[in-house]
């Protein structure tokens, strides 16, 4: 899911045996309501939390209070409280397209990877009527289509991540994007107000979309198609022999870097710019597939030192092709 970040304003001193993280979840549970529900154990906040423990890239600073609601209640508890108190807040999903910068993150990042229910209402009358919550990961999701025998989704063969943070970029492969079946989007402002979307108010397009950066999506209707099992399968198994034929293993990775410029590949451009392979300290542009910049598992890697590396090849692949490449990786905190 993309992150997003309120205006930073100071919340309450701290006392002086406090870190900065520790005051801010004392501040959160003078709340009643929160309290309550971290009590319940409905909602988790952890401060100092380290944000390479929540990307795919293992890199990053702390976030200021890790919070991770196990309802929609607890959520927008959590946010009434953020909101009233002016304390900034971050949504991030399942970390596979996010790279949290060296001084990490303010105020209180929000994950919703609990919010996990997926439902078929009614299949009778609407074989296939999906809702599905936004902390549903990718491959369950696909899991659930192959069980009900509904195709549509097959996209997601191999994309890791959540369906937050699909329906926020719009993820696909050449299979189909979630623009193709998605019929409404539901979200959360960061003063807890509930917000509905149908497909064309969310401006799905290329690796993006217009839903609101100061909301957090909690969930989606989907539209799939009955069709034969066999058929979902094959079409899964091709994407997945694909992705696994061409993508880099046995490295810490976020996918694809840099999204396709108009009519071209990125990874062609950054190869025939002779980028494969470049490094600075433990990041490089993958011998194997050059749009996937990666971190060497075991090697001490900042996420300055991946920066660097990510401007060096826009700046080679300017020079050489005159194409300006476009981040498809989202880069948030300090």
């Known amino acids: 899911m993309d992150p997003v970040i309120a205006p930073r304003r100071p919340t309450r001193p701290q006392t002086s045996n406090e870190t900065r993280g520790q005051a801010l979840r004392r501040a959160l549970l003078e709340d009643r309501q929160v309290h309550d529900f971290v009590e319940a154990g409905a909602l988790e906040l952890s401060p100092d939390e380290s944000m390479a423990r929540h990307t795919t890239l293992r890199l990053g600073g702390p976030a200021d ?36 910068r060296d001084g990490g993150i303010r105020g209180v990042v929000v994950n919703i990877g609990k919010l996990t229910a997926v439902s078929r209402p009614a299949p009778e009358h609407e074989p296939g009527h999906l809702e599905v919550e936004a902390g549903v990961s990718t491959g369950r999701l696909l899991r659930h289509s192959l069980d009900w025998s509904l195709g549509g989704i097959e996209f997601l063969g191999g994309v890791p991540g959540s369906v937050g943070g699909g329906l926020v970029m719009n993820a696909g492969t050449y299979l189909g994007e979630f623009t193709d079946v998605v019929t409404e989007v539901r979200s959360i402002r960061v003063n807890g107000e509930l917000m509905v979307r149908d497909h064309d108010a969310c401006g799905f397009r290329y690796r993006a979309s217009d839903l609101p950066r ?3 999506v909690i969930g989606t209707t989907l539209q799939l198609t009955p069709r ?14 694909r992705r696994k034929e061409r993508e880099p293993t046995g490295v810490a990775n976020s996918g694809s870097t840099f999204k396709n410029p108009p009519g071209d590949y ?69």
């Open 214 to 216: 100061d909301e957090v």
């Open 228 to 241: 034969p099992l066999a058929e979902i399968e094959a079409d899964v198994q091709g994407l997945r022999k």
């Open 65 to 100: 209070v890790w919070a991770r609601p196990r309802s929609l209640e607890a959520l927008s508890a959590l946010l009434r409280r953020t909101h009233a108190a002016n304390i900034p807040v971050c949504f991030v999903g399942a970390g596979t397209n996010l790279l949290v």
């Open 266 to 334: 990125a990874g062609r451009l950054i190869e025939v710019a002779g980028l494969k392979g470049t490094r600075v300290g433990g990041a490089f542009v993958s011998p194997k597939h050059a749009n996937w910049l990666v971190v060497e598992r075991g090697a001490p890697c900042s996420a300055a030192q991946l920066l660097t590396l990510v401007e060096q090849v826009r700046g080679a692949v300017y020079r050489h092709h005159g194409v300006e490449l476009e981040l498809e990786l989202k880069v948030i905190g300090e």
